[in-house]
C-alpha cells in the first residue's frame, strides 16, 4: 500500500492532483478542502499522506486502483472514518470534505445534524447516522477547529493528534486530554514534536496560579 508520495506538484484539477516523482507522474484524488491548500504550489515539492483503494465493478473484473491524498496522517484517518458510515464511501466523501477538519469533527460531536447535512452530498439521514457511529470518535478531530497556516497545517494536525493519544494513554480522559492539548494555542512558540509539546502542557500545570 502506498501511504506517502513526495514529490513535485504539476498540476491541479477540481478533483485531483498530479506529482512528478521521479520519471513517474501520480494522480491522487483530492478534498476540495486539500485542492485549495495546494492551488498556489505548482511546481514546488508537495508531501501527501496517502490511502490506496480499487474503484469499479469486481464482477466485470474492471477495478481500477486509485490514491487519495491528505495534508496530514490525522486527515487522512478521519477520512477512513468518515468513510465506514453506511450511504458515504470514498467518492461521496471526497466531495463532501468542503470544510476543515475539525469544524467537521466538532459538528458530529456536538450533534450538529443541520451544520453536516450542508455539506454537498451529506442529507439529513446521512448527517444522523454519521453523528451516531462518529460521536464519541471526534475529540481528537475537534482538536483541529484552529488551523496553522496552511504550510503547517499537516504537521501542526500530527503532532496535536499524537500529543492527544498520548496524552490518553498517560490516563487522561478524553475531555481532559482535550482541554490540555486547546492549552496550547496560547504558546507562542508552536511545539514541533510531541515531546515538546508534553512538556509545554505539563510546564503550564505546575504554574504557581
Known sequence: MITRVSGTLERVEPTAVEVAVGPMVHEVL??????????TKLGQPIVLHTLEYLEGNPTRGNLVPRLVGFLSEVEREFFELICEVDGVGVRKALRAIVRPVGEIAAAIEEQDAKSLSGLPGIGAATAERMIAKLRRRMPKFALLVAREAPGEAGAAADVLSETFDVLRS???????????????????KKPKDVQEALESIYRQMHKPR
Open 170 to 188: 498517560l490516563g487522561h480522559s478524553d475531555p481532559e486530554a482535550r482541554r490540555l492539548v486547546d492549552t496550547l494555542r496560547g504558546e507562542k
Open 30 to 39: 483530492v478534498t476540495e478542502l486539500v485542492r485549495r491548500s495546494l492551488q
